[in-house]
């Protein structure tokens, strides 16, 4: 079916510089009219610092906040997202014992204030898991290769306790909005999928990962790709947890600088660069997979 485009009409010229002049108020209003002394050259050097002993330009502290923001993110997504299809499949399991506990659960996290979740999760991950598991001193005993290793994907290894039980908080909490995309969208299947390949002598587990799930990624991916840009914004919480990400370092920043407004502008503009790129990722991985199937 070909999408036709309609020229814009006079309403809609219109709309459009209505929202260009409020916009223009705006800025005329935070730039001019407010009694605020702007103060944008210590973002640069928050973003950048030169060593003089390895005589190059590393990261700095919003940088480095950044860096970890990507990476939370990216082991949270990982971590909701395994979780997310188990809880998915056990909501439509044929026993109920697997229903009911991942039912409790979605319940749980859904209904639940977000900032308790993340002391909960917190305090049980690190106290109670990581520390039982004396995840620290095994990390520090490990190869240099690995602990190379380590660090480019977790930071810094020693920091690497609050980072895992940030992760964790992330995934364990986003699990549960992922787990009903996934159940909404095995569902979305007709029952005629599931008998014809029943019929073919198909397991259940054969079924469910060659016919079901490859057909209910398409419904799943553009819901799939909100949750995932909600996953980077969700990681801003776990800075109340002293975990060094962007909106942590935004705020110590802030309070040695006193440039308020500069430094969550630029943090906002960084974050919407993250999500805005996962966005067109996405946008364009749904066309892919919309070829396709055509």
């Known amino acids: 079916m070909l999408k036709v485009r309609r020229k814009p009409s006079r309403l809609d010229w219109l709309i459009f510089i209505c929202l260009l002049a409020g916009a223009a108020l705006l800025l005329h209003r935070m730039f001019f009219d407010l009694n605020y002394r702007w103060n944008w050259g210590v973002i640069p050097t928050y973003l950048l610092r030169y060593?003089?002993?390895?005589?190059?330009?590393?990261?700095?502290?919003?940088?480095?906040?950044?860096?970890?923001?990507?990476?939370?993110?990216?082991?949270?997504?990982?971590?909701?997202l395994l979780l997310g299809i188990l809880i998915g499949v056990m909501r439509i399991a044929p026993r109920l014992a697997p229903r009911a506990i991942s039912r409790i659960y979605v319940e749980f996290i859904r209904n639940t204030p977000a900032l308790v979740l993340v002391f909960l999760f917190y305090y049980f991950v690190n106290d109670r898991i990581l520390s039982h598991f004396a995840v620290e001193p095994l990390l520090r005993g490990s190869p240099p290769a690995m602990r190379r290793l380590l660090s480019l994907a977790c930071g810094d290894l020693s920091l690497i306790s609050p980072f895992i039980s940030g992760a964790m908080t992330i995934g364990l909490f986003q699990a549960a909005y992922i787990g009903e995309i996934v159940r909404a969208g095995i569902q979305a299947i007709p029952a005629g999928q599931w008998e014809a390949s029943r019929s073919l002598g198909l397991s259940k587990y054969l079924v469910?990962?060659?016919?079901?799930?490859?057909?209910?990624?398409?419904?799943?991916?553009?819901?799939?790709?909100?949750?995932?840009?909600?996953?980077?914004?969700?990681?801003?919480?776990?800075?109340?947890?002293?975990?060094?990400?962007?909106?942590?370092?935004?705020?110590?920043?802030?309070?040695?600088?006193?440039?308020?407004i500069e430094i969550w502008i630029t943090i906002t503009a960084m974050y919407l660069l993250l999500c805005f790129s996962l966005s067109v990722a996405v946008h364009r991985l749904e066309r892919r997979l919309g070829d396709n199937r055509h």
């Open 51 to 80: 060593d003089q002993e390895q005589q190059r330009w590393l990261a700095n502290a919003l940088l480095e906040g950044f860096f970890t923001t990507i990476r939370l993110s990216l082991w949270g997504m990982l971590l909701a």
């Open 208 to 260: 469910m990962r060659l016919v079901i799930l490859p057909q209910a990624i398409r419904t799943m991916l553009p819901p799939l790709a909100g949750e995932f840009i909600n996953t980077i914004k969700y990681s801003s919480i776990v800075s109340i947890i002293s975990i060094q990400e962007l909106t942590f370092q935004g705020l110590q920043i802030m309070a040695s600088t006193q440039a308020t």
